[in-house]
């Protein structure tokens, strides 16, 4: 597995597809419910979670280290 950059730790998970769309799911949920409280802040945390809906696609090769918890990717 790769190395951590920051620390060099090499107790380091992928990330892909569903992790990102699972948190732009929730964060969609959550904001969405909260926007009958909170209209502004609702309506931010809806569109915070669709843009990680869009970006979710396109999420390749990221890597989250455990020992720093930095999410990184690799240079090629």
Known sequence: ????????GTDV???KFGFFAKIGLAMVVVFFFLSFLIPALGIGG????????????FAR??????????LFKLRS
């Not at 597995?1 to 060099?8: F, L, S, T, V």
């Not at 090769?61 to 930095?70: D, E, G, I, L, V």
């Open 61 to 70: 090769q990221y890597y989250h280290c455990k020992s720093c918890n930095r």
């Open 46 to 57: 809806v569109i915070v979670g669709l843009v990680f809906l869009v970006f979710a696609p």
């Open 1 to 8: 597995m790769n190395p951590c950059p920051r620390c060099g």
């Open 13 to 15: 998970i992928e990330r």
